[in-house]
């Protein structure tokens, strides 16, 4: 700018000169001198270059400088660029790396783990609710809960209520003698997501282990009840059975006509009561000592046989039959394997079945000698047993109480007698053995036990 400046007060200062440029350049005659002007012209010309130069160099430095700045400026900032490039790329793998290490612990989880949004849509679904269902995330993302799992046991209305009130809440489901989940309803904990997480627990082995030990509780505590009450038992059988015997020796000794033998009769059958008495005692304590928590393998027909010999000293009407009165028919089939079973507790089982069995032909004698039909066979993978008789048959409610446990209730409907019941026996099986027990019966066909012993290895 001061340049222009210049010039332009040059140009003002120098506008007289404009009449007569040559001027300056003519002699005394008046002749003008063109040697003056060319060197003159020159002069300026290299004046001129010179000036134009010496700003063509400071431009050059100038722009040299720039470059050198605007190069600074690029390796700076490419140098941040590489470092929040660096920075960005480390974070994103961190990121995958969280993300893959929470899918990870998701899917490991034990139980299933179902995510929903606010329409209750599947969000999440783990690798054991696909294992439980069977059916991938990628088939039921998006869809209903309900729909992509029909089973569960929730309603619409308990997840809404968690989805409004903000609460977790607890929940138990047990299918009986199946299994058993502990559920879980929390919502997520977030201003932007609104959704629920469902955690569903299969606690069934912690269930079972839990009845088990009420179980086994329950057992102790009966066997010490059935231990003492044998005990308090025995005490005045065997003095009974003492006096007894006294009496007898002191009624052959001594002569009392016929009133003699009419004694000896009443004596013995106060001896057979008190014998029978002592095997009912003896009972208690093989059923006090009759779980055990291994099983053992064991002949189901030996065990069988042992039943009956019990039976036949425990099962006696003085007055009307005896169980060794009854005929006993045996179907035992050939080569059967032997049961990994608790042995002393199906001697109860089979047993108590005797004594069913004996029961009902005392009350129903007829002009047919008693008799009860035993059969043990294989079906495929378990081995059968049957024990059948012809005495007083079941209603259809006897049918289903039989096997239920004795409740007093204040219903005026008469229940099945408490002494008659086989409700242990069908829980021995059922529980300690995983098999089954049924009955049928009916008046023209009589009544038929049915147990099912699975094969173990």
Not at 321 to 343: G, K, N, T
Request: proline share 3%; net charge negative; glycine share 4%.
């Amino acid at each position: 700018m001061k340049r222009v400046v210049a010039l332009i007060g040059l140009w003002g200062l120098s506008q007289n000169a404009w009449a007569d440029v040559f001027a300056v350049f003519r002699d005394e005659e008046g002749r003008t001198n063109w040697q003056y002007i060319a060197n003159t012209s020159a002069s300026l010309l290299i004046l001129i270059l010179l000036v134009v130069l010496v700003f063509l160099i400071r431009a050059h430095l100038r722009a040299r400088r720039s470059n050198r700045a605007l190069t600074e400026i690029k390796a700076t900032l490419e140098e941040r660029v590489a470092q929040r490039t660096q920075v960005l790329e480390e974070t994103a793998e961190e990121l995958r790396q969280r993300e893959a290490y929470v899918s990870r612990v998701v899917n490991s989880m034990p139980v299933m783990l179902i995510g929903l949004n606010e329409e209750l849509q599947v969000t999440q679904w783990n690798r054991t609710a696909e294992e439980a269902t069977g059916r991938p995330f990628e088939d039921v993302k998006g869809e209903n809960l309900w729909a992509a799992y029909p089973d569960i046991a929730l309603s619409e209305d308990q997840v809404r209520e968690v989805l409004r009130t903000g609460e977790a809440r607890q929940l138990k489901h047990t299918q009986p003698d199946q299994h058993s989940f502990d559920i879980t309803l929390s919502r997520l904990k977030g201003q932007d997501d609104i959704g629920i997480v469902i955690l569903i627990s299969d606690i069934t082995k912690q269930v079972n282990a839990e009845n088990k030990l009420a179980e086994r509780d329950k057992l102790s505590a009966l066997g010490e009840l059935a231990s003492a009450m044998a005990h308090d038992i025995s005490l005045p059988i065997n003095s009974i059975l003492q006096r007894v015997s006294s009496s007898q020796q002191r009624i052959r000794a001594v002569e009392m006509g016929d009133e003699k033998q009419t004694l000896l009769q009443e004596a013995e059958m106060v001896r057979l009561n008190a014998e029978q008495a002592t095997a009912i005692a003896q009972n208690l304590l093989d059923l006090a000592r009759s779980h055990s928590h291994e099983k053992s393998a064991a002949d189901i027909p030996a065990l069988m046989d042992s039943s009956i010999e019990l039976a036949g000293r425990l099962f006696v009407d003085a007055e009307r039959m005896a169980f060794r009165d009854i005929e006993i028919r045996r179907h035992y089939a050939s080569s059967l394997p032997q049961v990994a079973c608790h042995p002393d507790e199906l001697v109860q089982v089979f047993t108590r079945l005797l004594r069913s069995a004996f029961h009902a032909l005392k009350q129903n004698r007829g002009d047919d000698a008693a008799r009860i039909d035993i059969e043990i066979g294989l079906f495929v993978d378990s081995l059968w047993i049957k024990v059948a008789h012809r005495g007083r048959s079941l209603g259809p409610e006897e049918q289903l109480e039989i096997f239920e446990p004795y409740f007093l209730s204040d219903s005026s409907r008469d229940q099945y007698p408490i002494e008659h019941r086989l409700s242990y026996p069908h829980f021995i099986i059922t529980e300690h053995h995983q098999g089954h027990m049924s009955v049928t019966s009916d008046e023209r066909l009589g009544t038929c036990f049915n147990i099912q012993l699975p094969l173990e290895e």
